[in-house]
């Protein structure tokens, strides 16, 4: 193996490094929901390469909107999935979609794209 190909390999594989750390050990900002006067838990998240904010903190036993504004076209964020709550919504490009649901437990409630590329997290308290 000569210079050029030690040094593409390696190049390599801090690529491979960089993308895992980022989509599966990375921290992402964390957000609380704003409560409105009705009680309803609120959240704006900007859909583009990922989910901004990636984790929200909402309370147990209120409703919560997750308003999901996709500024996008890549086919990776059609859609939002949230397998726990059984919820999934087409996220159409350039438009904001309103998720609704209501958190009865406790826990950390992944949510991803269609192809489970992109992920965020429900924090329940």
Same mark, same amino acid.
């Given at each position: 193996?000569?210079?050029? =190909?030690?040094?593409?390999?390696?190049?390599? $594989?801090?690529?491979?490094?960089? +993308?895992?750390?980022? @989509?599966?050990?990375?921290?992402? /900002?964390?957000?609380?929901?704003?409560?409105?006067?009705?009680? !309803?838990?609120? +959240?704006?998240?900007? !859909? /583009?390469?990922?989910?901004?904010?990636?984790?929200? =903190?909402?309370?147990?036993?209120?409703?919560? /909107?997750?308003?999901?504004?996709?500024?996008?076209?890549?086919?990776?964020? #059609? =859609?939002?999935?949230?397998?726990?709550?059984?919820?999934?919504? =087409? $996220?159409?490009?350039? /438009?904001?979609?309103? !998720? #609704?649901? $209501?958190?009865?437990?406790?826990?950390? @409630?992944?949510?991803?794209?269609?192809?489970?590329?992109?992920?965020?997290? $429900?924090?329940v308290k």
């Open positions: 193996m000569d210079t050029s =190909e030690l040094i593409v390999t390696l190049v390599g $594989l801090g690529l491979i490094a960089f +993308v895992l750390w980022y @989509f599966f050990f990375s921290t992402h /900002q964390t957000v609380s929901a704003v409560s409105s006067a009705t009680g !309803v838990q609120q +959240v704006d998240i900007t !859909v /583009q390469g990922g989910y901004s904010p990636a984790v929200i =903190e909402v309370e147990k036993g209120k409703p919560v /909107q997750l308003h999901f504004h996709r500024n996008e076209e890549a086919s990776c964020s #059609e =859609e939002v999935l949230f397998p726990d709550f059984g919820i999934r919504r =087409e $996220l159409p490009a350039f /438009q904001t979609t309103l !998720v #609704e649901l $209501l958190p009865q437990q406790a826990g950390r @409630f992944e949510f991803t794209c269609g192809m489970g590329m992109l992920r965020g997290s $429900l924090v």
